[in-house]
Antibody, heavy 122, light 111 residues
Framework: EAQLAESGGGLVKPGGSLRLSCAAT????????MHWVRQTPEKGLEWVSS????????DYADSVKGRFTISRDNAKNSLFLQMNSLRVEDTAVYYC???????????????WGQGTMVTVSS | QSVLTQPPSVSGAPGQRVTISCTGS?????????VNWYQQLPGTAPKLLIY???NRPSGVPGRFSGSKSGTSASLAVSGLQAEDEADYYC???????????FGGGTKLTVL
């Protein structure tokens, strides 16, 4: 079965950094725009960032702009999220997801990983 | 406060039909952007349930259906089953925010 698997989550102090990875198995990522979405009990689901298939167009939510960097390595069939200057409010489960082709050019979130927990706390 | 508004909870008896509403505005649903729905079973990742307003991915039962009108959308679940008990989220795109946006989620309880 085709799957996505996130890794790299953990406990980090405010101001610290983490790098999340997302690996695909039994399918290739290079045809898909890829997304990071996070979830907290308080705020629910929140889109974080996206990167086009070729990596040439990137978007960020305002809440992470300037602190997070999305990237991909299609040769390694992987997606990454470098998170710097972490804040308590970044605490969440982080999911990677493939972008499905919406009818008006805007993706839906097709296949999701199982998520990785990021906890920012002193 | 989520950009898309959903009821916090709905419930129904086995075999009944329930609907979950998703209300947006003229900068998202009303601007013509598609609405998508996700099902999240306890302890698992969200799963795509309905895409492009009305379409079901392969493997999703026909008991699930979506609709969209104006600035709102709805998810209907007919013939409720115990396994449908989950959280359901709507999602669209907002042109003012230049961002994908979600509803706050609705917990469906099967009585």
């Amino acid at each position: 079965e085709a799957q996505l698997a996130e890794s790299g989550g953990g406990l980090v102090k405010p101001g610290g950094s983490l790098r999340l990875s997302c690996a695909a198995t039994r399918f290739t990522l290079d045809s898909y725009r890829m997304h990071w979405v996070r979830q907290t009990p308080e705020k629910g689901l929140e889109w974080v960032s996206s990167i086009t298939a070729g990596g040439n167009y990137i978007d960020y939510a305002d809440s992470v702009k300037g602190r997070f960097t999305i990237s991909r390595d299609n040769a390694k069939n992987s997606l990454f999220l470098q998170m710097n200057s972490l804040r308590v409010e970044d605490t969440a489960v982080y999911y990677c997801a493939t972008g499905g082709f919406g009818s008006n050019g805007v993706d839906f979130f097709d296949r999701w990983g199982q998520g990785t927990m990021v906890t920012v706390s002193s | 406060q989520s950009v898309l508004t959903q009821p916090p909870s709905v419930s129904g008896a086995p075999g009944q039909r329930v609907t979950i509403s998703c209300t947006g505005s003229y900068s998202n649903i009303g601007a013509g952007y598609d609405v998508n729905w996700y099902q999240q079973l306890p302890g698992t990742a969200p799963k795509l349930l309905i895409y492009n307003n009305i379409n079901r991915p392969s493997g999703v039962p026909g008991r699930f259906s979506g609709s969209k009108s104006g600035t709102s959308a709805s998810l209907a679940v007919s013939g409720l089953q115990a396994e449908d008990e989950a959280d359901y989220y709507c999602q669209s795109y907002d042109r003012s925010l230049s961002s994908w946006v979600f509803g706050g989620g609705t917990k469906l309880t099967v009585l």
